[in-house]
Structure formats: structure tokens, C-alpha cells
């Protein structure tokens, strides 16, 4: 493991640290069974990715394109699908709402999560703002298990392109983003705190602007991690989309660099 990398996993302990208790309340995040620090994880990734900057539209899958666990990267979509909400109301986010919105993606707030997840309907409220950001292949959690939604790299590279690429016509009750919305977006992915800057930035050119979203749970039954990234990049003057998906990790440190590994080969 890399030197860079080990300060990440020091940084990234006290931002965990943080986040334990509300996974653990909401049934996320148990403490790992004895027989899994022993066990060698078959641990499995999938990335997509699409040059912004390039002719195609269509993202490039490296890996099978299963469904995975989201972890947090799914507070992207929540926060997706309350700026629709608010559009249809002819309103901006109120003082409240983006005094959860912003920690929420800037420092993966799952107590702010939790209350925006109630706001937009949850898994039934999450599922109409995908259908109309054209996602086909993400499924909300269960009550109030936001984490557990499952999603592919295509769909989430569809969400991506729904903040990042140019927003189509939008009207009340039907359409994407609004220019608005996806500016919102773009800017607190871009303000995501230091100790969780890790995954698909390692793809990017050094010193580039970059904007993420990333991701983590340990699952109680194996108690093995999902891991995950998504966001924009920037190589060689081009913009790119990439999106990682993992799981089966041994540890956490283990999942971050495979997410890394792959964000790297896929891009490269």
C-alpha cells in the first residue's frame, strides 16, 4: 500500500469513526465477525466510464455490470431527487433542507441522509426521480435502509451525466435538473472533505478539479465491506464520468484500494 494511501486510510478512520454510530442505529453497520478477519474476501469490482469531452455516449464497462450495494453514494440520488421535488414546487431548497443537503454530500452525514430520505418518500420517492433521470436499474432500500439500495455502473453513470452533462428541457412534474439543480450538485460534490477525497480522483490528473461521491458499509451477515465511488475527473484536458463498484472486501482499506485500482485501469 502506498504512502499516499495510508494517509488516506488515517484521515478517512476519524471520518468513520463518526459515521459507526448512525450506521449501527440504522442497521448498517455491525461489528465484524471473528471468522472474517481470518477469511480472504472474494472481493469484486465494476467500473464504467464516459469521456465527456469524446463523440460517444456511451460509457465504457469494465467488469460485469451487476447490481451492487450503494452505501452512501445513493445520497446523490436523494439529494437528486429532492431538488426534482423542489422544481415541481416552483421553489428553491429551503434553509432546513440545505442544512442537510450539505453535509449530507460534503461529509456523508447519515443523520441528515436518514431525515432527507423520509422527505422524499424514500425507496417509492427515490424510484420517481429515477425514472425521470433515466435510471433503469436501481432499486430503493428497504424502509429506512437507504444504504441498501442496489444500483449498476450504468445507472449510476446515468445519474452522473444527470449532474454533470447538459440538462434537457425541464418542465414542473417531468424533465431532469434545471441548470440550478445541477450547479448545486456539481458544487458540493466539489467540496466533499479531505478524508474522503479517496477512489475515483486516483484516476485523475494530479492537482485537478474533481467532484465525488463515495461510499461504505459493512454488511452483517459476512461481514465483508462495499466500497464505492463516483464522480468526475479530469485527464488530459478531457472530462470523464467513472463510477466503481465493489464488494466482498476483506476491509475497508482493502476496498478503497481496490476502487482505486480499478478507477486507474479503467480510465487509463
Known amino acids: 500500500m502506498s504512502s499516499r494511501l495510508s494517509r488516506t486510510a488515517r484521515a478517512k478512520a476519524c471520518a468513520l469513526v463518526a459515521s459507526a454510530t448512525a450506521l449501527l442505529a440504522t442497521g448498517l453497520l455491525h461489528p465484524t465477525p471473528a471468522a472474517a478477519a481470518s477469511a480472504s474476501a472474494s472481493a469484486q469490482a465494476t ?130 435538473l434545471d441548470a440550478d439543480s445541477r450547479a448545486y450538485l456539481r458544487t458540493l460534490m466539489g467540496q466533499v472533505v479531505p478524508g474522503q477525497t479517496w477512489g475515483v480522483p486516483a484516476a485523475g490528473a494530479d492537482g485537478s478539479r474533481k467532484a465525488l461521491k463515495n461510499g461504505w458499509l459493512q454488511r452483517d451477515t459476512t461481514g465483508l465491506w462495499d466500497v464505492n465511488s463516483v464522480g468526475q475527473i479530469t485527464v488530459k484536458g478531457h472530462r470523464y464520468l467513472v463510477a466503481v463498484l465493489s464488494d466482498g472486501s476483506a476491509s475497508m482499506d482493502d476496498g478503497v484500494s481496490l476502487v482505486e485500482r480499478t478507477a486507474r485501469a479503467a480510465v487509463g
Open 47 to 176: 467500473a464504467a466510464v464516459l469521456d465527456l469531452d469524446g463523440a460517444g455516449r456511451t460509457p465504457v464497462v469494465h467488469g460485469e455490470d451487476r447490481a451492487y450495494d450503494t452505501a452512501s453514494i445513493v445520497k446523490v440520488d436523494i439529494l437528486a431527487a429532492l431538488l426534482l421535488q423542489a422544481q415541481d414546487a416552483g421553489r428553491h431548497l429551503t434553509a432546513s433542507e440545505r442544512e442537510r443537503a450539505e453535509p449530507m454530500i460534503r461529509r456523508s452525514d447519515n443523520a441528515a441522509a436518514n431525515a432527507l430520505w423520509r422527505q422524499i418518500g424514500r425507496a417509492p420517492g427515490l424510484a420517481a426521480a429515477n425514472k425521470r433521470l433515466g435510471l433503469t436499474s436501481t432499486t430503493g432500500g428497504p424502509g429506512a435502509k437507504w444504504g441498501l439500495t442496489r444500483t449498476t455502473v450504468r445507472d449510476q453513470i446515468r445519474l452522473l451525466r444527470a449532474v454533470f452533462d447538459t440538462g434537457a428541457t425541464v418542465r414542473a412534474g417531468s424533465g431532469g
